[in-house]
């Protein structure tokens, strides 16, 4: 079987859709025969793919493209020509939410992380809802179309009309970096740490406003705050409050194990990986109450309403008293191999459905 992913998304620093492609095509390389890592990229996004995928065992067709983001969504809308052409025979197509050209023949695929733009659209941006909506339309003509949890599977049948029996689930899994042995980061006293892309979805200014009340109870205390830089426009300085920015995966597993509490307020999320990264370094966590992030926080996380913030100050009180490695073992079972078996399984589904 000659498995062909669109890799494009890795050609940007990597988030939580990146993390997951990239840990999907390295449990796939494990268990497929063949896997094609493809994705027409500009000069530095080549460099950024071969690096995201660097050590896994995959063949790469990265044709160089200045203005790759242009021509990929151009070749998207025209239909042509069919990604064989470029790629050479295939037996599925694995596309992302950045390029989904034509095919001639074989396994049409897909995975969706979450729709927020149809759920939510007010909490994300505009251009975000247009760039989607193309992408929604392709979904719905897939073979099989992959979702990262039980609850966004649940979306896509109700939001996009496909049909049940085409829609898989592959929960993601976890880097081994994100264990509890190992340095630990050292910010000069105790802290408070979430990781999140910095828009309104993620609700961090919820989270600020919390600590704020924690802190006068916990004056030692220090939140950290990781990640890209997005478009929330709401203030997040605070007294106490650091803005790390984007941090690489080996600074954030220190980041997590050096941490007394892990924080995660998000209003809506497709799974939640950073929920698991933390349980994963031992780390006890407060996580939103919305049900999207049930199966990342298992019954090893504390919950709270992630728009009270008084609720949300008294669960971090109270997981400061959690013992450390309450969560390793959920934690445990998200695995890229398991990610790569599920993908692999729905390949074979659908290609016996077609033949």
Not at 60 to 85: C, H, I, N
Not at 224 to 253: C, F, I, K, Q, T
Request: proline share 8%.
């Amino acid at each position: 079987m000659r498995i062909v992913v669109d890799v494009s998304p890795l050609s940007r620093p990597r988030t939580g859709i990146g993390n997951y492609l990239r840990g999907m095509v390295g449990g796939l390389a494990q268990v497929a025969d063949e896997v094609v890592a493809f994705g027409p990229s500009g000069p530095r996004g080549r460099t950024r793919i071969r690096e995201a995928l660097g050590g896994i065992p995959v063949e790469l067709v990265l044709p160089l493209l200045p203005k790759a983001q242009w021509w990929r969504s151009a070749w998207s809308r025209l239909g042509r020509p069919p990604v064989e052409t470029v790629v050479g025979p295939l037996d599925v197509f694995h596309f992302s939410d950045w390029m989904y050209p034509a095919q001639r023949g074989g396994v049409r695929a897909t995975t969706v992380h979450d729709l927020v733009p149809l759920r939510l659209p007010d909490l994300v941006e505009r251009r975000t809802l247009q760039m989607h909506r193309p992408k929604y339309e392709a979904t719905r003509s897939c073979d099989v179309v992959f979702a990262n949890s039980r609850f966004t599977a649940g979306e896509v049948v109700e939001l996009l009309g496909v049909r049940e029996e085409r829609v898989a689930i592959a929960y993601p899994g976890i880097d081994p970096l994100f264990r509890p042995d190992g340095e630990r980061a050292d910010l000069g006293g105790p802290y408070v740490l979430s990781v999140a892309t910095l828009e309104p979805r993620k609700n961090l200014p919820a989270l600020v406003e919390a600590f704020s009340l924690l802190r006068k109870r916990r004056p030692e205390l220090t939140l950290a705050l990781a990640g890209l830089s997005g478009w929330e426009d709401r203030p997040l300085a605070a007294e106490g409050v650091r803005l790390l920015g984007y941090v690489p995966d080996e600074e954030l597993a220190r980041l997590y194990r050096g941490a007394v509490a892990f924080a995660y307020p998000s209003r809506f999320e497709g799974f939640g990986i950073p929920v698991v990264e933390a349980l994963a370094c031992g780390t006890p966590a407060v996580v939103s109450s919305h049900t999207s992030l049930d199966e990342a926080s298992g019954a090893v996380t504390l919950r709270a309403d992630p728009d009270d913030p008084e609720a949300f100050a008294s669960a971090l009180e109270e997981a400061l008293a959690v013992p450390r490695g309450t969560g390793v073992e959920h934690a445990a079972q998200f695995t890229w191999r398991a990610c790569g078996e599920a993908v692999l399984a729905g390949y074979k589904r659908s290609l016996d459905s077609i033949a």
